[in-house]
């Protein structure tokens, strides 16, 4: 099921959302200031890509106080946008059955989206 999902995930979005934050990170990477953020977005962007079949896990530093000024950071600059997008596609696709799969990796990435950092899919 996860290779079919994630075949019909990129094919419908998933690869537009992926080069989407890949762009981002790119963008952000270029300044000293912005490259932390730009690597979790670049992150952030492979793990859009194929997200059926993985779970977010929590590393070991996710409570770090770098950590969480990097997630309070992240959070006021750029995460409240990408969690309301992902809340957006994730709340539409619900709406049929065909597409609750894809609103729940949604919903999975918009948790990724609002605080990143301490956080991965594997």
């Not at 409570?63 to 309301?84: D, E, Q, R, Y």
């Amino acid at each position: 099921m996860s290779l079919l999902g994630n075949i019909i995930w990129l094919v419908f979005g998933g690869f537009l959302t992926g080069i989407g934050y890949m762009l981002g990170g790119v963008t952000l990477c270029l300044t000293i200031i912005g490259i932390p953020f730009g690597i979790k977005a670049i992150q952030l962007g492979w793990s859009a890509l194929l997200p059926f079949g993985k779970q977010i896990v929590e590393a070991p530093n996710a409570n770090s106080p770098l950590t969480m000024i990097f997630n309070i950071l992240w959070l006021l600059v750029v995460g409240w946008g990408i969690a309301l997008n992902h809340l957006f596609w994730g709340l539409l696709l619900a709406v049929t059955i065909v597409g609750l799969p894809f609103a729940q990796q949604h919903f999975k990435l918009m948790i990724l989206g609002l605080l990143p950092f301490g956080r991965e899919l594997r």
